[in-house]
């Protein structure tokens, strides 16, 4: 049985018996299998959307006033959205739709980024899609969701550099920290690599400079997650302040330090090709926002790229078998941080994390970019 089908039945097993479940005891008591606590309203996250495209209609600008929202929360996003919102003409009326075709598209995300899986990889992601930040994701009905299933797409079509690059910057200017999984984009020869990340880069700085002005109501607007549900170099310090960053720093530098003196003295291996690209959009991400300061728990939904990458590396490479099997033990620990039920242990599984895929997305690194890095004459062509 091939590694899709056995995703497929276990995803279907699973969801029917979350079914029997809440049509017996009540749907709104499913989310204590993860600890979540419900929101008084379903799809609370795509309430902020439909609520905003109401406040639009009433003359309102909701990143700064969005008295639709159920909760008055302004909508953390880049005008496009706005656009997007009033383009659709949808309202608070369609909140359930859109939040049950959020979920949908996440879970049709997973089957388009892999053109096939193995058995361990299918077991190990079956397992992660019935996480507690996944469903923390599901129940909010969150946008990053969406954005997952964008990514997918992107990574799926990366043999058409240019409409690959299209998808990814329309991700991209959506919720901005996309640009973070632009890394899948060095898979091309050298030149053809140079000219479609150059190219994405201008379009998003662009973008940026073009929504200068409104950035920092964006960011005041978005809400930060604390303790269990949140992921970063200030996750866990609740009164994150800008000092926060100074041992963040100390480690992140030396760990860099390391890995570099340790890849010149090794040589960079060779790596299997397959889920390469999947594999360097969701560290990406990972490593990007975990730099950003702390980011709710279900944007860790892109770790799931990330691991028939690491399982081949666990079978075929000895040389990246050892961190694979970390990153694979710290994505399953990140994911789970309400069963774990220790906001130290979740930090340190998330820290672990952060400074694995380092070291594998610099060690996967091309050819050409390892010379820059390295001047190393170790290096391997992959």
């Known amino acids: 049985m091939q590694g899709k089908t056995i995703l497929v039945w276990i995803v279907s097993l699973v969801l029917a018996c979350l079914v029997v479940f809440g049509y017996f005891v009540g749907y709104d008591h499913i989310w204590a299998i993860w600890k979540i606590p419900p929101m008084p309203l379903s799809f609370s996250d795509t309430r902020n959307l439909t609520g905003a495209a109401e406040s ?33 003409h949808v309202n608070l009326g369609h909140t359930t739709l859109i939040g049950i075709l959020f979920g949908l598209l996440f879970l049709t995300g997973v089957f388009i ?28 009905g969150n946008h990053d969701l969406l954005i997952f299933f964008l990514v997918a797409v992107a990574i799926r079509l990366a043999d058409r550099a240019w409409l690959s690059m299209l998808i990814l910057s329309l991700a991209s200017f959506i919720k901005l920290f996309p640009v973070f999984a632009m890394v899948y984009l060095v898979r091309y020869s050298t030149k053809k690599s140079m000219v479609v990340c150059s190219i994405f880069f201008l379009i998003f700085l662009s973008y940026i400079i073009y929504n200068l002005p409104d950035l920092p109501q964006v960011f005041k607007s978005t809400l930060k997650g604390h303790y269990h549900w949140a992921y970063g170099v200030m996750a866990y310090d609740e009164k994150a302040t800008s000092a926060s960053y100074i041992p963040a720093a100390a480690v992140l530098i030396s760990t860099i330090i390391f890995y570099l003196n340790n890849l010149r003295l090794q040589g960079w291996k060779q790596s299997d090709l397959t889920y390469l690209d999947a594999f360097r959009a969701g560290s990406g991400v990972y490593l990007g926002t975990f730099l950003l300061g702390n980011c709710w728990s279900y944007r860790m939904i892109f770790l799931i790229f990330m691991v028939p990458q690491l399982v081949t590396w666990i079978k075929i490479d000895r040389d990246r078998k050892l961190i694979s099997i970390v990153s694979i033990v710290a994505i399953i620990g990140s994911c789970c941080p309400t069963w774990i039920d220790s906001g130290i242990l979740d930090e340190i599984f998330n820290w672990l994390l952060f400074i694995s895929l380092l070291y594998l997305m610099i060690s996967s690194l091309p050819y050409s970019i390892q010379k820059v890095l390295l001047g190393s004459r170790n290096a391997a062509k992959i």
């Open 113 to 140: 980024a892999f053109r096939k899986l193995d058995k361990p990889s299918a077991i190990i992601i079956a397992f992660l899609l019935f996480s507690p930040v996944v469903a923390l994701g599901i129940e909010r």
């Open 56 to 88: 639009l209609a009433l003359g309102y600008d909701p990143l700064h006033y969005n008295p639709q929202d159920p909760w008055n929360r302004p909508l953390n996003h880049p005008r496009l959205v706005q656009h997007i919102l009033r383009f659709t």
